[in-house]
């Protein structure tokens, strides 16, 4: 036969084990917490890293597309769009100049800004802040030019390009324009470009911790225009969905199995994506993995240790303890070797086994003699019995004399009293049907009928497709003989109505009496004892709320209503069961 484990073992694994998997479970829902926390933290830092230099970038941008309005309107520029001075007249040079100041005095030569020109739609430059312009370059039919003029925004941006519209193209920066088309009673008159070196222009991202596999800057065809830090080539990384589905100002993530992209549309629909790699997002949350478990496995291995030591000291008083009880053979024991160190509770429990040792045959004795004493009480007992079936035949021999006298009202309140007793005295059966009950009901209130002429009538109203509803024996007479008890004491023309119908699942059966009911405090009295405990001594309404709650549960039993000098009534709800 296998070894079974003692108490003391099982109970000390058990708690060792529940302390171990709320420390498993606790660590496991802590890393996991603290991971996403870290992650979310992680990702946000990166987000707000890519806010800061998109719209840094974008307010350089919009410093670019300001001064376009304002210089469109300036009249030497106009004049100078349309042709209207001759060639390095006086009025031509006065133009230049005042241009010149105009946009000295609007603060818009910044390092990042490398020409402002003035050109007509033939391509002529009437303006250059520079004077290494290449003769004859064909602005407006440039694929650069062509392309940015396709887009219907304010201002026109061109993508990236080289400097080949001057003299020395040996510079080591592409060149960003934005243009603006100015126009005159809706004739096109010209065009301003703003040109900047690219690399000046995005110089302060060096300035920023960017992600650690850098960033992009994509036009609104979301074609790369820069790659800062990896110089790759740009194919799709990125679902060109979302990148669209930005909108200005808008900042977004998406990730695929490598990357996280974190992106933010500017105001001139370029997007700037910050690409973060999922290793070194995860590179921390790692570590926290680590240092966990190797935390939870030294606070596993101590709790092993603690919980070895604990079962160590607790079994030995038990083992001693169940020694003593394994070994008695009736006398005391004096021996308390293995008890030096008990549990209070254990040394009580051998004291009380030594106690227990003391007493056990005088105990044996009492208890032996006590079953005698019963089993000649049971025998008394049965000697004074009157067999159900003698009464029985009795009331037959009464009711047949009865017949013969032609005695109609004797034979039917023996034919009644002969169906209550036997109702009455047959115990096998804990419930009985409606139909039964109302019944017994019916007999108990023929009597008091026949008694009382006067007292009161009755009527008893059921669907007789509730007659096999079970219920529990007797609980209708105690309702009813408190009618007569209470409510209909000493008066006469009293009615007492008892009604039962189905209520979804249950059945309810109303008890009526139209006798002095009850004020407010008696009720609230009545109803306070309906909800205590059942009383000693009697089969009363009060017990039977209790049995009923008892059977059904605390939702079915017996609830009162009543009003002084009017009613009184009471309903009993029990399921709706059938055999």
């Known amino acids: 036969m296998k070894k079974q484990r003692s108490i003391v073992t099982q109970t000390v694994m058990r708690v060792s084990g529940v302390f171990i998997t709320a420390i498993i479970l606790l660590t496991i829902v802590f890393t996991i917490f603290i991971g996403r926390y870290m ?22 941008l919009k410093s670019m597309e300001e001064p376009f309005v304002t210089l469109a309107g300036y009249t030497p520029a106009v004049r100078l769009l349309r042709g209207h001075y001759k060639l390095y007249s006086a009025e031509w040079m006065q133009a230049i100049r005042s241009v010149d100041t105009f946009l000295t005095n609007m603060n818009l030569f910044s390092d990042y800004i490398t020409d402002v020109l003035f050109i007509q739609p033939d391509s002529t430059v009437v303006y250059s802040m520079n004077d290494i312009l290449r003769s ?18 304010f201002v026109r941006y061109a993508s990236p390009h080289g400097r080949d519209h001057m003299y020395e193209n040996k510079g080591p920066y592409r060149t960003i324009t934005a243009f603006f088309p100015v126009y005159q009673s809706d004739l096109l008159i010209g065009y301003i470009l703003m040109e900047c070196d690219l690399s000046k222009l995005t110089d302060f991202f060096s300035a920023q911790q960017m992600s650690d596999s850098g960033f992009l800057i994509l036009d609104e065809d979301n074609r790369m225009i820069l790659d800062y830090k990896n110089g790759r080539s740009w194919s799709d990384q990125v679902e060109e969905e979302f990148l669209d589905s930005l909108k200005e100002g808008d900042c977004g993530a998406t990730q695929n199995d490598q990357s996280v992209y974190i992106a933010k549309k500017l105001s001139n629909r370029w997007t700037m994506v910050s690409e973060n790699s999922l290793a070194i997002i995860i590179q921390p949350i ?5 240092v966990a478990a190797l935390l939870m496995a030294v606070v596993l291995i101590f709790l092993v240790l603690i919980s070895a ?10 083992n001693a303890l169940i020694q003593r009880i394994v070994s008695y053979d009736g ?8 008890f030096e160190h008990a549990p209070q509770e254990l040394a009580v429990i051998r004291s009380r086994f030594e106690e227990m040792a003391d007493h056990m045959n005088d105990l044996i004795n009492d208890v032996y003699v006590a079953k005698l004493k019963q089993k000649e009480a049971e025998l008394e007992a049965l000697t004074n019995q009157i067999n159900p079936h003698f009464l029985y035949n009795v009331f037959q021999l009464i009711q047949a004399k009865a017949v013969l006298s032609d005695n109609l009202e004797i034979e039917e309140m023996i034919q009644a009293l002969s169906r209550m007793m036997r109702y009455t005295m047959e115990r096998k059966r804990e419930s009985v049907s409606l139909k039964e009950e109302l019944e017994y009901t019916d007999d108990y209130l023929m009597f008091y009928k026949k008694r009382f002429t006067q007292m009161f009538t009755y009527e008893i109203s059921c669907d007789p497709e509730l007659y096999d509803c079970q219920t529990c024996k007797f609980v209708l007479q105690p309702v009813v003989e408190n009618c007569f008890k209470h409510a209909l004491k000493n008066r006469t023309g009293g009615v007492i109505a008892i009604r039962v119908w189905k209520e979804e699942k249950d059945i309810l059966i109303l008890v009526r009496d139209n006798g002095c009911g009850m004020g407010k405090e ?3 009295a009545l ?7 059942a009383e000693a001594g009697g089969i009363g309404i009060i017990n039977t709320n209790a049995r009923l709650r008892l059977t059904y549960g605390e939702e ?6 009543s009003r002084e000098s009017e009613y009184t009534e009471v309903t009993l709800r029990i399921p709706y069961e059938t055999v």
């Open 136 to 153: 004859g370059y064909d602005y407006v039919n440039a694929d650069w030019f062509q392309e940015a003029l396709a887009n219907k925004t």
């Open 556 to 561: 079915y039993g017996i609830t009162i209503d």
């Open 39 to 60: 992650r979310d933290n992680i990702l946000r830092s990166k987000e707000e890293q890519l806010v800061t230099v998109a719209d840094t970038l974008d307010s350089r």
């Open 527 to 533: 109803r306070c004892r309906l909800n205590g405990q």
């Open 286 to 290: 790692m570590q926290l993995l680590t």
């Open 522 to 524: 008696a009720l609230e």
């Open 309 to 318: 030591y604990n079962s160590h000291l607790i079994k030995r008083p038990f």
């Open 331 to 338: 006398s005391r024991s004096t021996d308390i070797s293995g």
